[in-house]
T-cell receptor, first 114, second 115 residues
Framework: DVKVTQSSRYLVKRTGEKVFLECVQDMDHENMFWYRQDPGLGLRLIYFSYDVKMKEKGDIPEGYSVSREKKERFSLILESASTNQTSMYLCASSLQGQGLNEQFFGPGTRLTVL | GENVEQHPSTLSVQEGDSAVIKCTYSDSASNYFPWYKQELGKRPQLIID?????GEKKDQRIAVTLNKTAKHFSLHITETQPEDSAVYFCAASNDWGGSQGNLIFGKGTKLSVKP
């Protein structure tokens, strides 16, 4: 059974703080993704990675960075948190290759920036 | 790039009725169309998917249809039950040529099934 875990379910930070959200998957998936989920806006892709040390911008990368030093771990970094980054953050992973696109999601981290 | 539109944003049905959610996509190269269900407070999970070489796929009470010419696909849930209440997301992707498997999601439909 694929397992994707995220470091925190709930997080409260102050404006200007540096925030780290971590995601770990145990199924040797090549692809990993970070989304934010806001009511009425669906799932918006922030960054994704298809290999160790590789990263690609998604639709809304501004204000975020990522790190993938190991295949199983993908970190999302908010360099200086702002109130408009209050949101639910979802991590996902998938295999590469034709017919293997199913993404497996983590439980999410609800981040509140005060 | 790909754009996925999903309608309606909310849907309320009586238990036992059918529910239909529709999505349109813009990129004719897209060839993979999954549907995810997200129950309240839980993570999205894949419930059914369809590829562009198939027009319809069914799994018990859920079915998905695809019209490549019109670039739209739909989720059909028959004999709805209260446990079908959730947010449903459609998505589109092109997995030919070694792409990284990015999914472009619709904005979601909140389905409420009233007992």
């Amino acid at each position: 059974d694929v397992k994707v875990t995220q470091s925190s379910r709930y997080l409260v930070k102050r404006t200007g703080e540096k925030v780290f959200l971590e995601c770990v998957q145990d199924m040797d998936h090549e692809n990993m993704f970070w989304y934010r989920q806001d009511p009425g806006l669906g799932l918006r892709l922030i960054y994704f990675s298809y290999d160790v040390k590789m990263k690609e911008k998604g639709d809304i990368p501004e204000g975020y960075s990522v790190s993938r030093e190991k295949k199983e771990r993908f970190s999302l970094i908010l360099e200086s948190a702002s109130t408009n980054q209050t949101s639910m953050y979802l991590c996902a992973s998938s295999l590469q290759g034709q017919g293997l696109n199913e993404q497996f999601f983590g439980p999410g981290t609800r981040l509140t920036v005060l | 790039g790909e754009n996925v539109e999903q309608h309606p944003s909310t849907l309320s049905v009586q238990e036992g009725d059918s529910a239909v959610i529709k999505c349109t996509y813009s990129d004719s190269a897209s060839n993979y169309f999954p549907w995810y269900k997200q129950e309240l407070g839980k993570r999205p999970q894949l419930i059914i998917d369809i590829r562009s070489n198939v027009g319809e796929k069914k799994d018990q009470r859920i079915a998905v249809t695809l019209n490549k010419t019109a670039k739209h696909f739909s989720l059909h849930i028959t004999e709805t039950q209260p446990e079908d209440s959730a947010v449903y997301f459609c998505a589109a992707s092109n997995d030919w040529g070694g792409s990284q498997g990015n999914l472009i999601f619709g904005k979601g439909t909140k389905l409420s099934v009233k007992p």
